[in-house]
């Protein structure tokens, strides 16, 4: 959510932003926040005066008792006084309701830096890594691979649950299991992350917390009965580990990592990714979250994707690093970088992982704070987030770089000691 200070001080900087995004709210929204913004201040007004005239009543009615006068007339009148307030307070709640319904549809300010444009053929790529591998064959896709080896089980997987689940069998399983402790063990033990391993499910206010609610409803597995909700990533519950409380500025930052199960419907992705494990409706992830100063957010965000980067660098997996353009941007991020794995069999790169500043956004809706050092009044967080990796694309990464002309695949160096020495996948 953004400042209404900003959207009232500064309302065109603010529909600036939406039209460069091109998507998740209209200017118009704008002009209802400040209307209502202003209608409520307008009441607030009227109930002091109302609140003056109330107390000089109360002194007057004291003063005739007093002298033993009649007040009748006047604890009418402040009878009359004390129903306005009480409905004038109503009307300020409803107005507040209505205006923080409208905030909560309004996307971050994307940063300076962020490239100006209406999709992703906007980004612009920061960087690459490695090279693509090379074959003396034609690479096969990674599913036509998995399923060769019999690892990847997509019948099945269908069988048990739907389209786009998938049973993983033998050294794939082994693999997704590897490369979670992998990645774990890189974050915590050199990087500095804490490990944690939050609920799976969690309630409609933390889904509001990180962005994700009220937007993006229709892309989650609702537990209505109980009110909860499968979590479609750890930044949700990891996040929400410090709502409404306020930290000490010597605490920061705070550096969390989970694994976790994710789910996602995947609403409005008809007929991309069908095939393989690329796009799947459960799939595990493991998630960086960081609590910073705002002063060093966007420097604590280049840190961020260093940590992602270092577990591709380690795999030996070619990949780049491209910066999203406003119109890709994510609804609450102010600046976001995707890695790109590249995908020998297809041909093309796919993303891996997605390191996020938010700034204030998230902070502010999930009141999360932090007392500075110097004193004075709390101060909103900012907040950061970077899958540090999405594991069954990773596993795909692996399949598509590292297979040989005899249908076996390379198990990267650094993950052998994770999968009980196994070199080979055959």
């Not at 929204?29 to 609140?51: F, H, N, Q």
């Not at 690479?139 to 019948?155: N, Q, S, T, V, Y």
């Not at 992350?193 to 939050?198: A, D, I, K, M, S």
């Not at 996040?239 to 010597?250: D, K, P, Q």
Request: charged share 30%; hydrophobic share 40%; glycine share 8%.
């Amino acid at each position: 959510m953004l400042d209404i200070k900003l959207i009232r001080d500064e309302p065109d900087i603010v529909k600036q932003a939406i039209l460069d995004r091109g998507k998740d709210a209209d200017v118009t929204d704008v002009d209802g926040i400040l209307e209502l913004d202003s209608r409520r201040r307008a009441i607030l007004v009227e109930v002091e005066e109302l609140k003056r005239q109330r107390n000089v009543a109360g002194e007057e009615i004291a003063a005739l008792k007093k002298k033993g006068e009649d007040a009748g007339q006047i604890v009418e009148r402040m009878r009359e006084i004390s129903e306005r307030i009480k409905e004038m307070d109503a009307e300020v709640r409803e107005v507040e309701a209505r205006r923080t319904e409208l905030m909560m549809d309004i996307p971050n300010i994307p940063q300076e830096s962020v490239p100006v444009g209406p999709d992703e053929s906007a980004n612009e790529e920061v960087r690459t890594w490695g090279k693509p591998p090379r074959f003396t064959f034609e690479p096969r896709p990674h599913w036509e691979i998995g399923e060769a080896l019999d690892i990847l089980d997509f019948k099945r997987g269908a069988k048990i649950a739907s389209a786009r689940f998938t049973l993983l069998k033998g050294a794939a399983a082994l693999m997704e299991r590897a490369l979670i402790n992998f990645m774990l063990d890189i974050h915590t033990k050199e990087h500095g992350y804490t490990e944690v391993f939050p609920p799976i499910l969690a309630n409609q206010e933390s889904f509001e917390g990180v962005g994700q609610l009220p937007k993006f409803g229709d892309d989650m597995y609702w537990c209505r009965d109980d009110n909860l909700i499968l979590i479609t990533t750890a930044e949700v519950p990891v996040t929400n580990i410090h709502r409404g409380e306020v930290l000490a500025e010597e605490e920061l930052p705070r550096k969390y990592v989970a694994y976790t199960p994710c789910f996602r419907r995947e609403a409005g992705t008809y007929g991309k990714d069908v095939r393989g494990i690329i796009r799947q409706h459960q799939f595990n992830k493991v998630e960086m979250v960081k609590f910073v100063h705002p002063d060093v957010s966007l420097d604590e965000l280049e840190s961020l994707t260093a940590n992602a980067e270092e577990v591709l660098k380690r795999l030996g997996i070619h990949y780049r690093v491209v910066c999203l353009s406003t119109g890709d941007l994510g609804f609450a991020s102010s600046k976001c970088y995707d890695l790109e794995v590249w995908m020998a069999g297809a041909g093309e790169f796919k993303e891996i992982s997605s390191c996020s500043c938010f700034t204030d956004f998230q902070a502010r809706r999930a009141n999360i704070r932090f007392k500075p050092a110097s004193g004075g009044k709390p101060r909103f967080v900012h907040t950061l987030n970077g899958s540090g990796l999405a594991i069954g694309r990773t596993v795909a990464a692996i399949l598509e770089s590292n297979q040989l002309d005899d249908g076996r695949v390379v198990v990267p160096t650094a993950l052998q000691p994770y999968m009980g020495g196994m070199t080979l996948i055959e």
